[in-house]
């Protein structure tokens, strides 16, 4: 593309992406369309000759528009509602331009240097201890998967070397979890060979939190029947229901077994930039910085690893994972290969990224998370933070005030986990699903769920940049209006 028409056309991308940021609550937030209405709209080959850009930008709106479900808006409260930033989006146009693969560091100086330094800044705005270092990867799913291998590495069984198959010599080797563990973790030992039933989930209170208890027993059963424990996965900000695990007290569990402790905090980690949400990671009310292994630690401090997901609520474009490690040297043990076309002179005095997992060439993922830091500060990250939570407490009194919705969990960070239940109904689950389905199906709003303790659960999640009050209260009419058409 000749210079003068990529001018052109760039100021004419960037001008659709302002109307569509200025213009996002126009548009439904799930896409109406059908299941293959998109593939029927398209041609079924490639051109032959090269079309004019303008005809291609045209399709978007068109064609790519209607089928695309809309996160950033504001009435996007399903799963967890994430959403970009517009200066996040220029640090992917900046990185899509470069083009680095950081699978060196000399094929990437400043996609390895700079994932150091902005990592270590969030780090020091989360108040986490000076010897986590992090590195990042796509999605939490595969941070988890690296900090599961290394922790696999650690136990001895040289997998690296001899692998599992055909060896009598491995015992069941045993992962925990409590059962509200994302499904990813599930997923994480089907990857690596473990099987699914290497997982082993532990039963929750009335809260939705581990009971560290049962996770002792269950680590003594095992350890009995002659089993392997490596790793226990605790959740800071459980994906249902936003629950916390009792991080300190599995942490003396693990300590007490030599079991290596992973902290998934994909969700809520952001948080714990918050100071006074600190304490859900920490478990301390006062947080003073921690410095040293072995020193004043509590909670996730005490962690071998820790998942974060900027990409989740951190104002950053998807995808961009943090995992944080006391120790990163660990996953190159486990995951260190260096082929003769990749041998370099500097190899001893660098950071090549490749070292510290599956990928070879890795995207410069960190230049984004640096715009969104600096372009929002510290306190712009933190305001807009304890806002979601406000506003997630303020549903939360509605639905508590309601004679009509009873709130079904806690609400430690800004998901709200609730029901309709007027009086009289007798098929409540049956109720709720209804009056999901068609607020979803509308497009004015849209909602997730999940089951607790067999009750069908409504999920409002708050983490859009561009959520308001008022967004809020127009979920909670509809609800009300929809409850009032099935009643009568
Ligand atoms: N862990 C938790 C607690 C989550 O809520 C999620 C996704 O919602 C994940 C892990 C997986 O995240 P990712 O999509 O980044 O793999």
Redesign the pocket.
């Known amino acids: 593309m000749p210079i003068g028409e990529f001018r052109r056309h760039g100021y004419a991308v960037i001008d659709q992406l302002a109307d569509y940021f200025e213009g996002i609550e126009d548009y439904p937030v799930l896409s109406q369309v059908e299941p293959n209405w998109l593939k029927m709209n398209l041609p079924q080959s490639a051109p032959e000759s090269g079309e004019d850009f303008g005809a291609i930008l045209h399709d978007v709106d068109k064609l790519i528009m209607p089928a695309v479900t809309h996160w950033n808006h504001p009435n996007f409260h399903g799963?967890?509602a994430t959403s970009t930033s517009s200066v996040g989006v220029f640090g992917e146009m900046f990185a899509a331009a470069f083009d680095m693969k950081a699978m060196l560091w000399r094929t990437s100086p400043a996609s390895t240097e700079l994932e150091d330094v902005v990592l270590d800044w969030l780090r020091q705005m989360m108040d986490l201890p000076e010897h986590f270092e992090g590195i990042i990867y796509d999605?939490?799913?595969?941070s988890?998967m690296h900090a599961i291998a290394a922790a696999r590495e650690r136990a001895n069984l040289k997998i690296r070397d001899l692998g599992m198959s055909g060896r009598d010599d491995v015992p069941l080797v045993r992962v925990y979890a409590s059962e509200h563990v994302?499904s990813?973790i599930d997923k994480c030992v089907i990857t690596l060979g473990l099987g699914l039933r290497s997982l082993r989930k532990i039963e929750c209170n009335e809260r939705f939190e581990m009971i560290a208890e049962r996770l002792a027993d269950a680590i003594d059963e095992d350890i009995a029947a002659g089993y392997l424990p490596i790793c226990v996965i605790p959740?800071i900000?459980?994906?249902s229901t936003s629950s916390v695990d009792p991080v300190d007290a599995i942490a003396d569990i693990c300590e007490k077994y030599g079991i290596w402790l992973h902290v998934?905090a994909?969700?809520a980690g952001s948080t714990a930039i918050v100071p006074e949400m600190r304490h859900y990671f920490t478990g301390r009310e006062e947080n003073p910085v921690a410095t040293a292994p072995g020193s004043d630690m509590k909670g996730w401090e005490r962690a071998d690893s820790i998942?974060v997901?900027p990409?989740?609520w951190l104002f950053t474009p998807f995808?961009l994972?943090v995992l944080y490690c006391k120790d990163l040297n660990e996953l190159k043990v486990a995951f260190s290969l260096v082929a003769e076309y990749l041998k370099t002179s500097d190899e001893k005095t660098v950071k090549n990224g490749m070292d510290y997992g599956v990928q070879l060439g890795r995207r410069f993922r960190a230049l984004k998370l640096w715009f969104v830091i600096r372009y929002f500060g510290r306190e712009g990250l933190i305001a807009r933070l304890r806002e979601h939570c406000r506003l997630a407490g303020l549903f939360a009194s509605w639905v508590e005030e309601s004679d009509n919705s009873e709130l079904l969990a806690p609400v430690p960070f800004a998901l709200v986990c609730f029901r309709m239940a007027p009086a009289g109904i007798a098929d409540l689950n049956a109720l709720n699903e209804k009056i999901m389905n068609d607020i979803n199906a509308s497009g004015d709003a849209y909602l997730s769920h999940t089951k607790l303790n067999g009750k069908y659960t409504l999920r409002l999640s708050v983490g859009s940049i561009r959520v308001e009050e008022r967004h809020l209260k127009k979920v909670w009419d509809i609800l009300n209006e929809r409850l009032k058409s099935e009643i009568i």
Not at 139 to 142: D, G
């Open positions: 799963l967890f999605t939490a799913s595969v988890t994302h990813s959740t900000g459980t994906t998934d994909a969700y998942v997901n990409h989740k995808d994972s």
